[in-house]
């Protein structure tokens, strides 16, 4: 057992899982950690491959190991819980604030040293290690809660471990990008009603990342200004797309939203990573995190489902353009009805939007906190 003290107060303890996997305790109180994985031992799946799509020029990892992953099990058989006598899970103790563990059946998994990136890949490129890293990141041990219910500090110490993470990953060098995002509810393929995110550290630049990076460096060289700015200079003078702001954080819908209800978060100050965040704005994440999340469920009464995706600058690259900031987007587009991705969407990539950003801002808005 190992431990490190981090920003706020916050104590990460790592153990090791009965497969070798760690799982690191991020906690505020002092905890002891000790127990030990009492599961029988199992092996590892072996690392997938990456093949390029060619038409696209864009690598589709191929994971058939996942096929047998848990999916939606009931809550008596909650992976994600912590571990109590007759019900050993993913998680040793016997409870937890935040924990981040490296996921049992991953889609990316640490190279051989042999392992080389294609720089340019091409039709006649061939499938490559799926090189990476898959993290499980565990909100909370609270079967029942949701990201908005969190407490201020429980939110702080979640937003220290995907710091702590980002950190870490970032010294792979293998890895090009690092992605947090969390999926919440059925309708966005969540196979763990659990509160929990992901991490992922990809080998290459996810295709929305390199095509954020190429617009980006086109703005900078035409306007010479960083592209996140502009766009929040431009929702603080419009006003009408904001939801909530403070001094450090600024939520809006965007000006060309994709979905029903679609928010972003960004700094005021602009910061490439999670990395570059400061303590003050770290401070400020919470009480605007959770104010965004309530409205979001609050527009009709029910838990939106949502993806919530946290977008930074890639690790070797782009440091100078690319921004941090978070989407939430929801596909609810009213009670009982969802917004389908279909033809002109999945197809060939082009939104179509039925309801004003400016509607649903003002939605969003008008909810009583």
């Not at 047998?68 to 103790?93: D, M, Q």
């Not at 431009?234 to 819908?253: P, T």
């Amino acid at each position: 057992m190992s431990s490190k003290k981090l920003p706020a107060g916050i104590i990460r303890s790592d153990a090791r899982l009965m497969d070798g996997r760690t799982i690191r305790y991020y906690d505020t109180k002092g905890q002891t950690r000790t127990a030990v994985d009492q599961r029988s031992s199992e092996e590892q799946p072996s690392i997938g491959e990456m093949r390029l799509d060619p038409l696209n020029n864009e690598w589709v990892v191929i994971a058939a190991h996942r096929q047998g992953r848990v999916f939606l099990p009931p809550k008596e058989l909650n992976p994600l819980a912590p571990s109590k006598p007759g019900s050993l899970t993913e998680i040793p103790e016997s409870d937890y604030e935040v924990v981040v563990f490296d996921n049992r059946s991953p889609s990316l998994a640490a190279p051989t040293s042999s392992f080389k990136a294609i720089d340019d890949p091409d039709f006649s490129s061939p499938a490559i290690a799926s090189a990476g890293k898959c993290e499980v990141i565990c909100f909370t041990s609270d079967y029942e809660s949701s990201f908005k219910d969190l407490s201020h500090l429980q939110i702080r110490t979640v937003l220290e471990a995907w710091r702590d993470r980002i950190a870490e990953l970032s010294e792979l060098s293998y890895i090009e990008y690092i992605a947090a995002f969390e999926n919440r509810g059925e309708e966005v393929g969540v196979t763990l009603n659990h509160p929990h995110g992901q991490i992922y550290a990809y080998s290459y630049l996810p295709p929305k990342t390199q095509r954020m990076l190429e617009v980006a460096t086109a703005h900078k060289k035409k306007s010479g200004n960083i592209l996140l700015e502009d766009i929040l200079a431009r929702e603080l003078s419009d006003k009408v797309r904001i939801v909530a702001e403070n001094e450090h954080w600024v939520a809006y819908v965007p000006y060309a939203s994709r979905y029903p209800f679609e928010i972003h978060l960004a700094p005021r100050r602009r910061v490439p990573d999670f990395l570059a965040l400061e303590e003050a704005a770290s401070d400020a994440f919470a009480p605007i995190a959770k104010e965004v999340l309530i409205r979001l469920d609050g527009v009709f009464g029910v838990k939106m489902p949502y993806i919530a995706s946290w977008h930074q600058a890639p690790v070797r690259t782009g440091r100078d353009l690319l921004s941090l900031h978070w989407q939430i987007a929801s596909v609810r587009r009213a009670p009982g009805k969802l917004k389908y991705l279909a033809g002109s969407e999945s197809a060939f990539g082009a939104f179509m939007m039925d309801l004003k950003p400016e509607q649903s801002a003002a939605q969003l808005r008008d909810v009583a906190l």
